[in-house]
């Protein structure tokens, strides 16, 4: 018996491989999402900590004469 293309074991076979794909697609833009939102976590803290950081007042130098 020859099956001609199209059939339903084909099509239900087509429609696992595009669900696998989308829940491929899925993962990798929610990883994705995961990153940036670390990156930007990180430069708030770095932003943040630059700005708090207290700059050390400079203390004029003393000149002093030799005897």
């Given at each position: ?16 491989v595009a669900i696998a794909d989308a829940a491929l697609l899925v993962a ?40």
């Amino acid at each position: 018996m020859i099956r001609r293309h199209g059939s339903r074991p084909t099509f239900a076979l087509w429609m696992l491989v595009a669900i696998a794909d989308a829940a491929l697609l899925v993962a990798a833009a929610g990883a994705l999402v995961v990153v940036v939102s670390a990156v930007i976590l990180a430069a708030g803290v770095a932003g943040v900590w630059t700005l708090q950081r207290r700059i050390a007042p400079q203390r004029e130098s003393v000149v002093r004469r030799r005897a």
